[in-house]
């Protein structure tokens, strides 16, 4: 159905009516729009496939936005990108999955077709999590680059990753290792872990997590992730679930603590493979240099008790960053590698909930990036050429959310970075939340508000003095109110990656951290390094900046 007449009612009309008959996808120009019919529908599959490589299909479809990457890869020798967009819920994955089915049903023959598909449960148990909007909800970026060879077949693949209940592989593991893996890693039930328990939620419903356990050990063998690395693996998810359960006893009057020993710091140093000693430095000590002189300091209840979840959260996002890089191993193109490729973009959607902490933040900023990006290259680039040359063009209205970017980018990136780590850039911050709460003439003329430009309803409450100024920060995204917690962002945000001494743990005691490099480093330290050049405090948020 072509509109005559292009409007927002009209619109959306035509998606509801073309969604209430099934029909999920529509053609917006280069776009194509998919509603989530959150059911099976009787779109996909080999015939549908066929239908559309034969083209005696030609409606709206995944497989069709594939087929044509495809085609243009091949005849005008160019690589080709799939960008899926919208928020939390909205089908991105699923979408992305449909075409890689197709990419892998046209492109397969080699058998790595196989291996490409069989990496989404295992990202999915690592990476994914049940959220309030969304039962299997990513909770990193994923850009997989397919690679095809001169004559078209897949060669390989490499996949990048950019950063209620916790992540599914957590009750995977606790519901379907078998016994001996279970006496091993010393199991417990999921809702006696601390970690697990915050969110009383343990199921979802219409998913077996054992028998997810088992599709995820069995794509890691088609992987090639050995049946060694698979434990160490699951040790490292066993010790991440017990760090949790680590207690501290208060040591002195001044709140210094130790770590107590029972089952769970015992059960966590057998599995990292340190001493309690170790550990207990690690956790409730901390180590600087002063004129030459290593000082030991002691740490608070407070203190210790975020730098055990600052080192479980470490461990997990290197453990899920090695995994990357043996199934990009594995699906290594090599020297087979011809430069063309297509590359489908899945990232976290828009989220908000009740409350919201530094990683909804982060989330909806990369996703304002990238509604930028469409943007950009959607009207801006577009108008600007008819505009070059001399077309005559009525302009097309859109809105612009270059604002709310300046906003992240040159406000609250700066605060991030900045946050909290020196007095003169708490100055800075305040300054910066005064001018752009302050409703007075001189305040809204400011060079700030002039960045921020129309973006008013950025509005922070200080409600306590400063420095524990950020009580409540509120922010508006392209979709809803972000509500950001001090406390959330203070744990978040300032969370002391002591990287430089795990690094000396870790790599005394957790070789499979170590095993991977890059740039000629092993990963771990490279991280570290990169931190150390940069200007910022190694927290969280400096990530960000
Ligand atoms: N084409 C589809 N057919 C049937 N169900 C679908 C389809 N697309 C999405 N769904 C349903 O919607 C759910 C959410 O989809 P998906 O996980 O792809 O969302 P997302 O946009 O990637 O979300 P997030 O940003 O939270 O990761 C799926 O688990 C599935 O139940």
């Excluded at 909770?139 to 990753?161: D, P, V």
């Excluded at 140093?269 to 430095?281: A, K, V």
Aim: glycine share 4%; hydrophobic share 40%; net charge positive.
């Amino acid at each position: 159905m072509q509109l005559s007449y292009l409007s927002e009612p009209s619109v959306l009309y035509n998606l509801q009516y073309r969604y209430s008959q099934d029909m999920i996808y529509t053609k917006a120009g280069p776009v194509l729009v998919a509603v989530n019919p959150f059911k099976k529908v009787a779109l996909y599959g080999n015939e549908y496939i066929k239908a559309y490589r034969n083209k005696t299909m030609d409606s709206p479809h995944v497989y069709a936005i594939a087929d044509s990457a495809l085609r243009e890869m091949k005849s005008d020798e160019v690589n080709q990108s799939i960008i899926i967009s919208g928020e939390s819920g909205a089908g991105k994955t699923e979408t992305a999955k449909i075409a890689m089915q197709y990419l892998a049903s046209l492109g397969g023959g080699s058998g790595i077709e196989y291996e490409i598909l069989q990496t989404n449960p295992i990202l999915e148990a690592f990476g994914n999590a049940k959220t309030l909007r969304n039962d299997n909800s990513s909770r990193f970026g994923k850009l997989i680059e397919i690679h095809f060879s001169t004559t078209g077949r897949i060669c390989g693949a490499m996949i990048q990753t950019f950063g209620e209940r916790s992540y599914h592989i957590f009750y995977q593991l606790c519901a379907g290792a078998p016994t001996t893996l279970r006496e091993k890693l010393n199991l417990k039930k999921v809702d006696e872990y601390k970690y697990l328990k915050q969110s009383c939620c343990y199921s979802i419903a219409g998913v077996d997590d054992a028998e997810m356990f088992r599709a995820v050990t069995e794509a890691m063998n088609i992987v090639h992730i050995s049946k060694e690395d698979q434990d160490n693996v699951f040790a490292m998810v066993s010790a991440v679930l017990w760090l949790g359960d680590v207690s501290f006893t208060i040591i002195d009057n001044e709140n210094h603590v130790e770590i107590t020993v029972e089952e769970a710091a015992e059960t966590v140093s057998r599995l990292l493979g340190c001493s309690i000693e170790d550990l207990n430095l690690v956790l409730s000590k901390r180590h600087m240099k002063v004129n030459n002189e290593n000082i030991v300091q002691k740490l608070t209840l407070t203190q210790a008790t975020d730098t055990r979840d600052a080192l479980a959260k470490a461990l997990y996002a290197s453990l899920f960053e090695w995994l990357v890089e043996q199934i990009n191993k594995s699906l290594s193109v090599g020297k087979r590698r011809t430069g063309r490729s297509i590359s489908i973009l899945d990232i976290y959607g828009f989220e908000s909930f009740d409350k919201n902490s530094f990683e909804q933040f982060c989330i909806n900023y990369a996703n304002e990036r990238l509604q930028q990006h469409f943007n950009r290259h959607l009207f801006k680039l577009e108008q600007e050429e008819y505009v070059e040359d001399g077309i005559d063009w009525a302009k097309v209205e859109f809105e612009d959310n270059q604002d709310c970017l300046n906003l992240f980018e040159k406000v609250w990136a700066c605060t991030f970075s900045s946050l909290l780590s020196s007095s003169r850039n708490h100055k800075y911050v305040s300054l910066c939340w005064n001018a752009l709460n302050s409703t007075s003439p001189g305040a809204r003329s400011s060079p700030l508000r002039r960045v921020c430009g129309r973006v008013r309803p950025l509005r922070v409450f200080c409600t306590q003095p400063f420095p524990t100024f950020l009580q409540e920060a509120v922010s508006r995204t392209r979709t809803h109110d972000l509500i950001v917690t001090r406390r959330q962002l203070y744990r978040c945000a300032k969370a002391p990656l002591r990287f430089k001494f795990y690094q000396y743990f870790l790599k005394k005691h957790m070789p499979i951290l170590f095993g991977i490099s890059r740039g000629g480093m092993p990963l771990f330290c490279w991280k570290v390094v990169n931190l150390q050049n940069s200007k910022y405090k190694f927290t969280a948020s400096a990530i960000f900046a």
